[in-house]
């Protein structure tokens, strides 16, 4: 079971930047698809954006034009740029990668913006 270790959250002011990482405890080469879900209180979780191999990019709606997904397979890290943030966007953040059974999350890193 590869394990998945969010990082990078934080608190931060509107209109702000962060970066999280997702790093994986082996190589996601083979993965085809990884991405970032967020969940804030009484809230489902939704997706923030997923990347594929080939470079396939998908957004929330939410989040389109302000965050950027990218991966960097050599260094098995998910990467998660998100600027002119939100007091919205605060929420924990989870790394996922699908898999045989399923699905594969992290722990979670929190993100809060303040207004």
């Known amino acids: 079971q590869v394990q998945l270790v969010e990082s990078g959250g934080g608190l931060v002011q509107a209109g702000g930047s962060l970066r999280l990482s997702c790093a994986a405890s082996?190589?996601?080469?083979?993965?085809?698809?990884m991405g970032w879900y967020r969940q804030a209180p009484g809230k489902p979780r939704e997706l923030v954006a997923r990347?594929?191999?080939?470079?396939?990019?998908e957004y929330g709606d939410s989040v389109k034009s302000r965050f950027t997904i990218s991966r960097d397979n050599a260094k098995n890290t998910v990467y998660l740029q998100m600027n002119s943030l939100k007091p919205e966007d605060t929420a924990v953040y989870y790394c996922?990668?699908?898999?045989?059974?399923?699905?594969?999350w992290g722990q979670g890193t929190q993100v809060t913006v303040s207004s």
């Open positions: 996922w990668r699908p898999n045989p059974s399923g699905s594969s």
């Open positions: 082996r190589s996601i080469v083979s993965t085809n698809v």
């Open positions: 990347i594929t191999t080939g470079g396939y990019i």
